[in-house]
């Protein structure tokens, strides 16, 4: 049984900001994500706010300048099969459409997909760690073989969003919507480091919700896909995932993103390989040296090393499959 | 399916059995409530006590129920316990099993992870609206025919799985099938014989067979 809560659910987003205010009050819209850390008291709520009566949350639709608004209340089936999304930021529709499973994927939204708790066992387990309050991380002693091999610090988690390192890699852009107005923040700036602050995992006041995504214009002759490595087939978080995206002249990137899912507590751009693209034509040889690149200055743990080998499998075949499609 | 039937708390029982009792006694908790429920609200305002109940309306399997729930009440549990309807079984409780899963508005969804409050004003399809009457779904007869299940627990949501891959993608290919239904879990491993049902349904469907 879960603990209780009382349940609103608001018709306006003003309103819906100013339950949100209250103290121990919850956003809540696909729920596959809260109602499991409630369960397992790991979150509190003392209020939920549905978000599921705002229409203005919802949507999908091609922006006058030529980029796309994703309102945030759009479940990861739309985004994976919106022809907009397939055909122009493909990232996105390969990252929705690989993560969880059918059923969550018809539930949990966009919104609630970048500002998802941590899956670190410890976390989720009876563990006082230093994200719920305590002052050690568990995992850096204990079984970390799912854990950070980068921006590791306070904490070794890693984010579980597929979504956000393909809107990363796509220079997306977040609308929040608080008691003191709206503000848009980039993907880049849009998650926590720990060295930062471990305590929170985005920039996401509690007062305020995701209203809408926003990705920019797709360059000329754009090529982007996500590329997710697992330990079984379907239906679990990736071990390590590659997001790409480049912007293209002629046969020579002119553009590159690359970033990194499964390896760090925040979405992992490498820019050290995507500046090893720049200005060059995909070759094997430059697909191989960018893996390469993509897995420096890696820190393992004692029981992840072989992340640092599917970073490089991972980077290596979404190059080689942009490249057969360019 | 059939035990359940349309038996309601005063209808006459000869047989008891242990789901029939079951069934009863929810059902009557169920009408229980009915009686004093009142319409539904647009839960604007909250209530204060968070255990107080707040009436809703669900429609499943194309009846209107009147009921009045606690927030934190899960959509499994009240189909369960307030609604008499046992087909969804609650597995795992976390989202991860597929046990619970129920089609919303014609989409697959764990039940185990929607509150009841959040699945009004939805069309809510459970296990025991895919028959009609004696007569079985072409997915339930497929997973008859192909053996698509050991001990059974999982099948209700196995089978609801199907359903909801086969409503959006009705010629699916064998690949397709295996990660439609990757969102079920089967214990005793009858995966082969899952995916067999599904296509064999899916062909039955396409031939014009029944629904």
């Not at chain 2, 009240?78 to 597929?98: A, F, Y």
């Amino acid at each position: 049984m879960l603990p209780t809560f009382t349940y609103v659910k608001p018709t306006t987003l003003e309103h819906a900001v100013r339950e949100l205010a209250t103290p121990g009050a919850r956003a809540c819209s696909g729920g596959t994500d809260l109602l499991g850390c409630l369960r397992d008291r790991v979150l509190k709520a003392d209020k939920l706010v549905s978000l599921n009566g705002l229409a203005e949350l919802r949507g999908i639709s091609e922006l006058p300048n030529g980029g796309l608004r994703i309102g945030a209340l759009s479940t990861l089936s739309e985004i994976a099969s919106h022809t907009l999304i397939t055909t122009r930021y493909h990232a996105l529709s390969a990252a929705a459409g690989a993560a969880a499973s059918p059923q969550l994927r018809n539930q949990g939204t966009i919104g609630g997909n970048l500002c998802q708790r941590p899956r670190c066992w410890y976390y989720r387990g009876d563990f006082p760690c230093a994200r719920k309050g305590g002052d050690t991380c568990f995992a850096k002693e204990g079984e970390n073989q799912l854990h950070a091999i980068f921006g590791g610090d306070v904490c070794v988690m890693v984010h579980p969003s597929d979504t956000a390192p393909a809107l990363t890699a796509l220079d997306a852009s977040v609308r929040l919507v608080g008691p003191r107005g709206s503000r848009t923040v980039a993907l880049d700036a849009f998650f926590v480091l720990p060295s930062k602050d471990y305590t929170r995992e985005t920039v996401v006041e509690p007062d305020e919700l995701v209203a809408d995504i926003v990705l920019p214009p797709p360059p000329a002759a754009a090529l982007s896909t996500y590329r997710k490595l697992r330990s079984r087939g379907a239906w679990d978080f990736a071990l390590t995932g590659a997001a790409v995206a480049l912007g293209m002249h002629g046969k020579k990137v002119e553009r590159a993103r690359i970033v990194l899912s499964g390896v760090a507590p925040v979405p992992w751009r490498v820019e050290l390989a995507e500046r090893e693209l720049v200005g060059h034509e995909l070759s094997e040889a430059l697909i191989e040296r960018v893996a390469q690149r993509a897995s420096e200055h890696a820190s393992p743990l004692s029981a992840n090393a072989y992340k640092v080998a599917l970073v490089r499998g991972a980077v290596a075949e979404a190059l080689s499959e942009l490249r057969a499609k360019g | 399916m059939s035990d359940r039937g349309n038996k309601g708390p005063c209808g006459p029982q000869k047989h008891v059995n242990r789901r029939g009792f079951l069934t009863t006694i929810s059902t009557s908790a169920a009408a229980a409530v009915v009686v004093g429920a009142a319409t539904p609200v647009a839960a604007e305002a909250a209530p204060r006590d968070a255990t107080e109940p707040t009436p809703i309306v669900l429609y499943v399997n194309g009846r209107k129920y009147r009921l009045a729930v606690e927030p934190r009440e899960t959509l499994i549990s009240v189909l369960r316990e307030r609604l008499g309807l046992t087909g969804s079984k609650p597995g795992c409780e976390r989202g991860e099993c597929g046990a619970c899963t129920v089609l919303l508005d014609g989409s697959t969804r764990y039940s185990c992870m929607t509150l009841a409050v959040e699945a009004q004003d939805h069309i809510i399809t459970t296990i025991e609206g895919l028959a009609n009457g004696e007569e079985l779904s072409d997915v339930q007869q497929a997973f008859i025919h192909e053996d698509g299940y050991q001990c059974g627990f999982c099948t209700p949501g196995q089978v609801m799985a199907a359903e909801g891959l086969l409503r959006k993608n009705p010629k699916p290919s064998i690949d397709e099938v295996r990660l439609g239904m990757s969102g079920n879990l089967c214990r005793c491993g009858a995966y082969g014989h899952i995916f067999k049902a599904v296509q064999q349904a899916a062909s039955t469907r396409q031939s014009g067979g029944a629904k």
